[in-house]
């Protein structure tokens, strides 16, 4: 069974900027995208940025300009570049995985805080 292992995550002021990496424990030969989701204190879970296995990307409004994803498909990796954050970007952030129906495969989420 594959497993998925974000990392990067810890504390910030606003204005700062975070690299979260997300490393697959194996090959993952089939996907129809990936993507980093959120989960802030109280609110449900929210996917804020995804990347197709054919490179298409797309973001949730709330970060759309000022995080960037990007994936290394030869280490199965993904990684997002988070900057000007805010302390409303503050959350557990979890790499998954998604075929044609759900997103199947999560990682165990990496906490971000950002201070005012």
């Known amino acids: 069974q594959v497993q998925l292992v974000e990392s990067g995550g810890g504390s910030v002021q606003a204005g700062g900027s975070l690299r979260l990496s997300c490393a697959a424990s194996?090959?993952?030969?089939?996907?129809?995208?990936m993507g980093w989701h959120r989960q802030a204190p109280g609110k449900e879970r929210e996917l804020v940025a995804s990347?197709?296995?054919?490179?298409?990307?797309k973001y949730a409004d709330s970060v759309n300009g000022r995080f960037a994803i990007s994936r290394e498909s030869a280490k199965d990796a993904l990684y997002l570049e988070m900057n000007r954050l805010k302390p409303e970007d503050t959350g557990v952030y979890f790499c998954?995985?998604?075929?044609?129906?759900?997103?199947?495969?999560w990682g165990q989420g990496t906490q971000v805080t950002v201070s005012s």
């Open positions: 998954a995985v998604a075929d044609t129906l759900n997103w199947w495969l």
């Open positions: 990347i197709s296995s054919t490179g298409s990307i």
């Open positions: 194996g090959a993952i030969f089939s996907f129809t995208a």
